[in-house]
């Protein structure tokens, strides 16, 4: 039974461009999070997602982020025209419902923005 | 709005030797309580969850105790082993309708051979 797994684990960028990080949930989990660690910072929390639909996006920033759980397919974080402060580690979490509190935590996307 | 604090942000400790790490939250009204530990370039791995009706749960050489009304918890950690160590976290939930999690910044624990 596969944990979490997110893809690329490292992604470098230029500023300007766009990153694009997957996180496919454990198998049976329909519920997604994203998190953001900043470099010497606790993770943050961005946005929670259900199939189809986004719960919670309080923790994202309203520019140049998006998230997306589609009905097939893994979650997709998307960030455009990244700039220097986006560098930083994203995780993704799953969980299988409400009545599962635990989350399980993927290994990271580290971003790199030159 | 909640905030998580960790004391201390690092420790060094001989090999051997018990040892406590302390969390701290502002809002008392949580849903439970998680200890994660973090190793360098990896994922979270959880350790203990403490719901907000218990007082503590304990793994193997692990107990992590919770006071939701003074709003502390503590990960005590026995007869700790150079594998012990990483970053621990603690972190915590609002509610069942909120899931996300609000975390600590972390205790880096060095354990000495």
């Known amino acids: 039974n596969a944990g979490v797994m997110q893809n690329p684990r490292h992604l470098v960028r230029r500023r300007g461009q766009e990153a694009r990080l997957r996180c496919s949930p454990m198998?049976?989990?329909?519920?997604v999070y994203w998190y953001r660690q900043l470099p010497e910072e606790g993770l943050k929390f961005m946005v929670y997602?259900?199939?189809?639909?986004?719960?919670?996006e309080s923790g994202m920033p309203k520019e140049r982020f998006s998230a997306e759980f589609p009905k097939e397919g893994p979650s997709i974080l998307r960030i455009q025209q990244v700039v220097r402060g986006d560098s930083a580690a994203y995780f993704c979490?799953?969980?299988?419902?409400?009545?599962?509190?635990?989350?399980?935590f993927g290994p990271g996307t580290r971003l790199l923005v030159l | 709005k909640q905030e998580v604090t960790q004391i201390p942000a690092a420790l060094s400790v001989p090999e051997g030797e018990n040892l406590v790490l302390n969390c701290s939250f502002t809002?008392?009204?949580?849903?439970?309580l998680q200890w994660f530990r973090q190793d360098p370039g990896k994922g979270l791995t959880s350790l203990l969850l403490?719901?907000?009706?218990?007082r503590e749960q304990t793994s193997g050489r692990l107990n992590a105790s919770l006071d939701k009304s003074s709003g502390r918890s503590t990960l005590y950690i026995a007869a700790s082993q150079p594998g012990d160590s990483a970053t621990y976290l603690c972190?915590?939930?609002?509610?069942?309708?909120?899931?996300?999690?609000?975390f600590g910044t972390g205790t880096r624990l060095t354990v000495i051979p």
């Open positions: 979490a799953s969980s299988p419902g409400l009545a599962s509190e635990t989350q399980y």
């Open positions: 198998k049976g989990h329909s519920h």
């Open positions: 997602l259900q199939k189809e639909n986004i719960i919670d």
């Open positions: 809002d008392s009204a949580i849903y439970n």
């Open positions: 403490i719901q907000s009706s218990q």
């Open positions: 972190a915590v939930s609002l509610g069942s309708g909120a899931n996300n999690l609000f």
